[in-house]
């Protein structure tokens, strides 16, 4: 999404930046764990393919990710490359067409080290405040696979309560209505987080970083992007 392109969000313990090319090398490296892409119900990818990904996902306008960085680590000196300090992503999907208020949240700490320390409850936190103050959003909705207890639990101290179950998809559907009282009590929870423009550092083959080179023109999306993988909802992450 061209909208968070130059946006950083620094919270306590992640800090969230836009996809950039310069993160596509490790998140390829992720993605080779059959393991999640099991968990992530993603397909296998060269290298070249998620290049193509990244440029797509930057331009289109009903997605919405942030790759997720070790806050500690970010802000250590000397800093360190930002692909050093990757532990996931988070996204927000706007696909809902009759209902632009509602966003499909989804949140994977890929690094296994570092499950179970919040850092996905942080990020989640953050990308929902980011979508309430600057996307208009008012519902969000997350899809969660039925044997992932952990996640499950996260998304319930988070306000979301379930409302479907599909045996078909072996998932859960969660939902939250953001009230007056539930927006109040989510700036509450994140009025230490702090909102930065951000500054490329270009990487990578120049066919890769061709959306962050045009800041303020727009581009066709590719013609060979490939089909959109989704993340499904918090499968790597674990409640703080």
Not at 37 to 66: G, I, N
Not at 86 to 99: I, Q, Y
Not at 138 to 162: C, D, V, W, Y
Request: charged share 25%; aromatic share 6%.
């Amino acid at each position: 999404m061209r909208q968070n392109q130059n946006t950083v969000l620094l919270g306590k313990k992640v800090v969230l930046v836009p996809y950039t090319s310069e993160h596509v090398p490790r998140y390829h490296e992720w993605m080779k764990s059959e393991e999640l892409r099991h968990l992530t119900a993603s397909e296998p990818l060269t290298l070249e393919q998620e290049y193509v990904m990244q440029c797509s996902w930057c331009e289109d306008e009903d997605k919405c990710t942030f790759i997720v960085l070790d806050a500690a680590k970010w802000q250590a000196q000397p800093r360190l490359p930002e692909e050093s300090c990757m532990v996931g992503d988070v996204n927000l999907f706007l696909t809902d067409l009759e209902d632009p208020t509602l966003g499909e949240i989804e949140v994977m700490i890929a690094e296994p080290s570092c499950r179970g320390r919040g850092l996905g409850t942080e990020a989640s936190l953050l990308m929902m405040s980011y979508g309430v103050t600057k996307l208009g959003l008012t519902k969000f909705e997350a899809k969660i696979g039925q044997e992932n207890k952990p996640s499950i639990r996260m998304f319930q101290k988070l306000h979301f309560k379930q409302v479907a179950v599909s045996n078909v998809f072996q998932e859960v559907t969660l939902r939250l209505a953001v009230s007056e009282a539930e927006r109040q009590w989510l700036l509450e929870q994140t009025s230490h987080m702090e909102e930065k423009p951000y500054r490329v550092r270009l990487a990578g083959p120049v066919t890769a970083t061709l959306c962050e080179q045009n800041w303020n023109s727009p581009l066709p999306r590719p013609d060979n992007c490939m089909e959109d993988k989704h993340t499904v909802s918090s499968v790597c992450s674990r409640p703080s």
